[in-house]
């Protein structure tokens, strides 16, 4: 059982570096870690709190790919801005860090650029906010995976 624990704790701290590091699946991690605390026998996690962080883990891992379209129309995009900004997250995901970044940003000012040449300002516009998006994105993911590894510790600690 103190493998578990171990395995629990390390899953949680790897799940939030990984809601900074693209190439892991952040949350998704540590929630594998609260899941494998419930099941020592240190665990104080009830099934409510799984649940509840079972639905937030989903939400957030949602949000991650709905945001750059959504946040690119606010910004005052066009369709075509919204699916660059979405085209440009998932071929983000294959370029390594960087393209995850920038992705969405590159994807929503070409897509808006394509559809209308004669405003490149607006384009970049629409690619910031798009852009804001990954931020947005990385921080709620970065909250929730937070709050679970403090979950964790405190079902050790105390």
């Known amino acids: 059982m103190v493998g578990l624990a171990i395995l629990a704790v390390v899953m949680a701290v790897v799940g939030a570096v990984g809601c900074v590091v693209p190439v892991l699946p952040g949350v998704m991690l540590s929630f594998g870690g609260l899941l494998c605390i419930y099941f020592t026998p240190y665990a104080t996690i009830s099934v409510a709190t799984l649940v509840a962080y079972g639905v937030l883990t989903a939400v957030v891992s949602l949000l991650d790919y709905i945001l750059p379209a959504y946040m690119t129309k606010r910004a005052g995009g066009s369709k075509a801005g919204q699916r660059g900004a979405t085209v440009g997250a998932l071929v983000g995901i294959f370029a390594g860090p960087v393209g995850v970044i920038l992705g969405p940003f590159v994807g929503a000012v070409l897509g808006e650029f ?45």
């Open 114 to 158: 394509i559809n209308d040449t004669s405003d490149f300002r607006r384009a970049l516009k629409v690619g910031f906010g798009s852009f804001c998006s990954f931020l947005v994105g990385t921080g709620l993911k970065l909250v929730v995976a937070m709050a679970i590894l403090w979950h964790i510790v405190a079902a050790l600690i105390f």
